[in-house]
């Protein structure tokens, strides 16, 4: 898995549409002059479908779905401030995909994957044994044809990529599950030992006892705060499904416990900057936090 990456486990058709709704929950999206729900960030959803036959083999397929925030020209967007700011991220991590794209149809020594996260997490659909297909949205009115041609120019580009998918063989599932379980036992054990050697993130036992106290009880706070922004946009999502009149409420409610956890989170990030009161993880810590993780989301699919 991909290091922050979020794993959910999907088994009915309702559990599907339930993740949808979710997704697109989360995106953030402004209006601007051209669109009254303008994406201003791309999404990355992947899908690990898992078949099990009759004799206890799987055979496992990856799909990565791409939602990329489109190009604009802020001077027919209108998009001033934060949001200019958000349209000129977003036009510059297309054109980091758009050099990353003619190096490998030009066959370059180098591909330049590393000059952006789109690019990285896209790295295994270009490079890697996948079957890789694009959708170009295009605008049909006259007044947007030329951002339509440059549009269709990108998509005659991507063509160009050239992928070869391989067919996965068969592999035991209760002999991958064993062999992910005492792989994730073994990680486990390593990040206890690492923690206990004095590398994970911690308050300073050297701090005075007031700013321990104060910050261990802010860090506690700002967890609740986010199962409670978590449990509000699933109670969103839920009732925009039932009925899309009734959810003003919930909204001001999201809207509320979003501004009290990142009002916490400010605070929190402010008070570990104070010296002396705070002790960041090593890297090779953080670096093992992160495959801990993975192989519990691993494990899920398992059970």
Known sequence: GTTGEATWAIRTPADVARMARLVEQERVAHGHALNARSS????????????????????????????????????????????QKEASNIN???????RVVREITSK????????????????????GPSCTSFVICVAGEREHAEETVCSLRFGEMLAGVQTSAVASAAVDVAA???AVGAELIAARARLQGLERAGQG???SADAPPSEQASLRNNIANLTKRATEVRRCKNALVEAKTANPGASA?????LE?????HDNLRDIVLRQKTIPGLW????????????????LEAQAAVYT
Do not use: W
């Not at 201003?40 to 083999?57: A, E, Q, W």
């Not at 990565?64 to 489109?70: E, I, K, M, R």
């Not at 370059?108 to 490079?127: G, H, I, K, N």
């Not at 002790?279 to 993975?294: E, M, N």
């Open 256 to 260: 509320e416990a979003v501004f009290s």
């Open 249 to 253: 409420a919930l909204v001001a409610k």
């Open 176 to 178: 991958q599950r064993a």
């Open 92 to 98: 510059r991590s297309l054109t980091t995909l758009g």
């Open 40 to 83: 201003r960030s791309h999404c990355l959803v992947r899908v690990t479908c898992t078949k099990i036959d009759k004799g206890g083999r799987s055979l496992k397929r990856d799909f990565l779905f791409v939602d990329l925030a489109g190009s604009e020209r802020v001077n027919k967007s209108g998009a001033t401030g934060p949001r």
């Open 201 to 203: 993130d911690r308050v």
């Open 279 to 294: 002790v960041a993880a090593t890297p090779a810590f953080a670096r093992l936090q992160a495959q801990v993780a993975a």
């Open 108 to 127: 370059a020594r180098f591909v330049s994957y590393r000059d952006s996260v789109l690019t990285m997490l896209l790295r295994e659909s270009f490079a």
